[in-house]
Structure formats: C-alpha cells, structure tokens
C-alpha cells in the first residue's frame, strides 16, 4: 500500500499530443526533483488502449517502487552534497527554534532540557540525523536513566520531544523512517503526589523568600491546586465575586477549558489589592 507521505510519488502530466506522461516527483531532505520515465498513457478509445494503459501504469509504478527501495537503503540521489544529511544537534536546534515559537513556555523549556542533555549525550561526535536508528535511541535512553538519573516519567516527556524532532526530519524529507517507531519507552511510573501539612504551610508562611511575588504565588497555589501555568496567567478579570465567595473563572492552560473554582478567604488574602480586569494577579517573570 502506498503511503502519502512516501519521498517518491508517481505523477502524471498531459501532453499537447493527447498523451499522458508519467513521471516520479522525489522530495529528499527537503529537495525536490523530477524524474521522467518517457512511459506514457493513451486516450482510451478502445479496450486495447485500456489494457496498454494498466500496463504502462504498472510498469511505472515498479519504477516508483524501485526508487523507494533504494532511497531507503541509501543507494539513490545520496552523492549530492547540496542534500547531505545535518548533524542531529543541528537539526534539533532548528526543530527547537519552531517549536519555542508555537509552545508555551513550559513545553518549550522542556524542549531546551533535552537539546541539553543530546549535547550531554552526543558530545564532540559529529552524529548526522542519517546516523541514528533504534540502538542509538536506546542508548540515549539508557544514558537518560543511568547517567542523567532521570526518572521514567521524565524520560518518557523528553523522548516524546525527541520523537517530534523525527516526525519533523521525515516530514522535511530528511529520514525515510521514524527510527523511534519500534523502540520501547520506560513504562511509566505510578507517583505518589505529596500534600503539605498546616504546620508545614506555617513554617512556609513565616520563611523569608527573596522574591516576594514568587512566595505569594506559591502559597496561593498551595491553597487553590492551581498549576503554575494558571496562576502566571490569572487575571483580574477572572476573579468573579458570588455573594459572600470568590470564584476563579479561568482558561486552563494545559487543557484550554473554561473552570470554574471557589476559594478560600486564606487563599483571597495572597492576591493582594484587586486591579484592573488585564492585569496580571500575580507578576512573575518569565524565568520562573
């Protein structure tokens, strides 16, 4: 079954003759070239014509078939400088420069954690995004557990990066394949989330903090459950006042759904004095 991402596609032009030329447009690392077959369709006037036709098609398509198989086995258009095959930390940087654009902050600063720890890994080896199958992605894997001391769950959010950065690569027309495709992730760990405790919530409240905004912040997010991403978000104007109690109504930021969340008077009482509805609750940079 042809796949429509394929690098090589059987396409057909129509010729001032009547005639209709068939010809393969191959997309690789992002270059495109034509190869024209001189194998041609007539109009179908008669059964004759339709079975002179289905076998040209045919024949075409082995063709097409043929330059798949050797563009897989690196065997076909592979001497060009001009398509050479970028280093994976290059490439990697690129992908992470798109994706800094599109994600939140949050997803784009674990995109940055695993550039890191390739750069850990890779070294001074000059590793070519051709270079990698499934044996070098588990020995990343193996470095992320081992040697960085990641926790499963973590590994298991940096290779998730790590596979886009390869759907990125055969989309550009860089790789063939996904060499992650048949590499088995570390199974997920079952985590066991920690509460504070009042005592403990009072010693918080009574520690000095070098940045004021950030323990305010905190402790809220103590008191409601709210993410960070919700509370750098919060605004003025989603703090709705409902008789005696004040509710959030709020976008989330994970899943982009409107909540709704009644809090405390404690909890109140670390939003500080209301603003107008644009203004930021809390004013945390970015580097928090």
């Known amino acids: 079954m042809k ?7 059987l396409r057909q032009r129509k010729m001032p003759s009547g005639n209709t030329s068939l010809y393969l447009d191959i997309y690789v690392r992002g270059k495109r070239s034509y190869e ?7 109009p179908e006037n008669s059964r004759a014509d339709k079975d002179y036709n289905r076998k040209m098609y045919a024949l075409a398509d082995t063709i097409r ?3 798949l ?5 690196k065997r076909y258009n592979l001497n060009d400088e001009s398509v050479a095959s970028p280093y994976l930390i290059n490439y990697f940087n690129i992908v992470l420069d798109r994706k800094r654009k599109e994600s939140r902050e949050t997803t784009a600063a674990v995109w940055v954690s695993v550039a890191y720890h390739l750069d850990q890994f890779v070294g001074k080896d000059k590793i ?5 199958d499934s044996y070098w992605v588990q020995d990343f894997i193996d470095y992320l557990l ?3 001391e990641i926790s499963p769950n973590a590994a298991r959010t940096y290779l998730a990066k790590l596979n886009a950065m390869f759907r990125e690569a055969v ?9 992650m495709d048949k590499v088995e992730l570390p199974k997920r760990e079952e985590t066991h989330r920690e509460y504070l405790t009042i005592d403990e919530m009072r010693v918080l409240v009574n520690t000095e903090c070098s940045d004021a905004e950030i323990k305010r912040a905190f402790l809220f997010g103590c008191l409601t459950g709210l993410r960070y991403s919700d509370i750098k978000a919060l605004k003025w104007g989603d703090v709705r006042q409902q008789g005696q109690f004040t509710r959030l109504v709020y976008t989330q930021q994970k899943t982009n759904k409107l909540e709704y969340l009644d809090i ?18 809390f004013v945390l940079n970015r580097w928090h």
């Open 36 to 42: 024209y077959l001189d194998i041609h369709l007539v």
């Open 171 to 179: 989309k550009d027309g860089l790789l063939m394949r996904n060499p």
């Open 146 to 148: 081992n040697d960085a």
């Open 3 to 9: 796949n429509p991402k394929d690098p090589v596609k």
């Open 69 to 73: 198989i050797d563009l897989r086995n």
């Open 264 to 281: 405390t008077p404690q909890a109140l009482q670390y939003m500080g004095e209301r603003g107008s509805d644009n203004v930021n609750v």
């Open 65 to 67: 078939a043929q330059r």
């Open 128 to 132: 070519t995004i051709e270079d990698v």
